[in-house]
Structures are given as C-alpha cells and as structure tokens.
C-alpha cells in the first residue's frame, strides 16, 4: 500500500506567510484608519471656526446690514426743528407779532393818560404816537436778534464737540441759513425803526396868527 509522504514546511516558508499575512491585515485596515483620520481633521476645523462665525453674526459684518430707517428719521430732527424755528422767527420779526400790537397799545394808553390833564402838540406826538412805534421797533428786534442767534447755533452746531456720524442734511442747512438772513434783516429794520431813520415823527405846526 501506498502512501502519500505529508509535506513538510520549512521555517523560512511559516515566515515569508506570516509576513503575507500581516501585510494583508494592514492593507485592510489602512482605508478604515485614513477615514477615521481625515474624519477628525474636519471636525476639528469645524470646532475652529464655530466661534468666528457666532463673533461675526454667522458670518454677515456690520457693514453689509443694512441702515434702520427709524435711526435715520430720527437723525437730525433736533437740528431741523431749531432750524425750522430760527425761519419762524425772523419771519416774526418782519410782520409783526400780537405781542408787539398789545404793547404798543399799551404805551398808547399810558401816553394818553399823560396828556389828559393838557400839553403841548409835540409832547403828545411823542407820549401817543412816538413811544407806541418805538416799542413796536424793540419787540420785533426781540424776535430777530433770537432768529438770528437760533439759526447761528443750527449751522456752528456740527463743528462743535464731538463729529457727528453723518453729515448736517442740506435741507437744515438751508432753512437755518433763512432763519440767519431774516434775522439779520429784521434786526436792521426794528433798529430803522427805534432811531427813526426811515421816518422820523411828525412835528406840530406853529399855531396860527403867533
């Protein structure tokens, strides 16, 4: 009967498969550990830059939102309502207001209580007629000279203390600008008005056959 001799298998053979093997195992473990790897890089960035996105409002700048427009109504409402009244008030000065009428009836009064009881002609121009203007002249240089120094403070406010984050609106500009010139006007015509320069007071003839 015959047999088959078992094959035998020297060291250096067990070795050479132990190396194949090993080698295979990490072939098939090398995918598995580059995944895991690239895996945690990623995540690690992410972990970097979630704080710089919550710093910056998820990634949008202060710049790139855009203005509220209740921050620009109120912008200048001060400066254009001081404006608004510097126009107001020089044009006050030029017609006139009811509390330059109410004094100068007043002086009208008082000047014909003085003259009751008699005087001359002149006397009773001046009392009557004379202190009436005049006091008209000085309660609507009141109202200029306050125009005048309204509409000065609109336009010199800007250049004062800190700088303003956006410019003066024209249109401020512009109305405190005709506030200062009505100003101006009528501080030249109440003071016309006070020294008699435009018209002087009537003067009483002489009485006849004197």
């Not at 093997?21 to 960035?45: F, I, L, N, V």
């Not at 409402?77 to 109410?102: E, F, I, K, Y």
């Not at 009064?109 to 001359?120: A, E, N, R, V």
């Not at 009392?127 to 309204?150: P, Q, S």
């Amino acid at each position: 009967m015959n047999t088959t001799p078992a094959k035998t298998t020297t060291p250096d053979e067990t070795a050479a498969a132990e190396d194949a093997a090993a080698k295979d195992t990490e072939t098939k473990d090398a995918p598995g550990t580059s995944s895991k790897a690239d895996d945690s890089a990623t995540a690690s960035d992410d972990l970097a830059t979630r704080p710089e996105d919550d710093a910056d409002g998820d990634g949008i700048a202060d710049e790139d939102l855009e203005p509220d427009p209740f921050e620009r109504a109120r912008h200048g409402v001060g400066a254009g309502a001081a404006a608004v009244v510097s126009a107001a008030l020089g044009v006050v000065a030029l017609t006139g207001a009811w509390s330059g009428r109410v004094a100068a009836e007043r002086e009208t009064l008082i000047g014909q209580i003085k003259t009751s009881g008699g005087g001359s002609a002149a006397q009773q121009i001046s009392e009557i007629y004379g202190d009436a203007w005049h006091t008209t002249a000085l309660v609507n240089g009141v109202f200029a000279v306050l125009a005048l120094l309204v509409g000065v403070v609109v336009l010199v406010r800007p250049a004062l203390g800190a700088p303003a984050e956006r410019p003066q609106p024209a249109w401020v500009r512009a109305v405190a600008l005709a506030g200062v010139a009505l100003g101006v006007l009528g501080v030249l015509i109440s003071a016309g008005m006070y020294f008699d320069l435009f018209a002087s007071l009537p003067s009483a003839g002489a009485p006849a056959g004197g």
